[in-house]
């Protein structure tokens, strides 16, 4: 199992090539959706990003999402 920490605010597809390279390498990832202090103003709410990226990678195998309370 392999950890991909960021704040993905938002998640693009940059982020879920890595998440898919990971997956095939390692054949377990967690994508950690965490707060980044120096980002005090991001688009989106960490329950919000979670759940982008929980859409995003669902057809992922081995991917799972949690939160994460720093970076």
Same mark, same amino acid.
């Given at each position: 199992? &392999?950890?991909?920490?960021?704040?993905?605010? $938002?998640?693009?597809?940059?982020? !879920?090539?890595? /998440?898919?390279?990971?997956? @095939?390498?390692?054949?377990? &990832?967690?994508?950690?959706?965490?707060?980044? $202090?120096?980002?005090?103003?991001? !688009?989106?709410? /960490?329950?919000?990003?979670? @759940?982008?990226?929980?859409?995003?990678?669902?057809?992922?195998?081995?991917?799972?999402?949690?939160?994460?309370?720093?970076?």
């Amino acid at each position: 199992t &392999v950890l991909t920490p960021g704040s993905f605010d $938002p998640i693009h597809l940059g982020h !879920l090539d890595v /998440v898919e390279q990971a997956a @095939e390498l390692f054949g377990s &990832v967690v994508v950690a959706v965490m707060h980044n $202090p120096s980002k005090p103003s991001g !688009l989106f709410t /960490v329950d919000e990003r979670v @759940e982008m990226v929980r859409d995003a990678i669902s057809g992922i195998a081995g991917a799972t999402v949690q939160a994460f309370p720093g970076l």
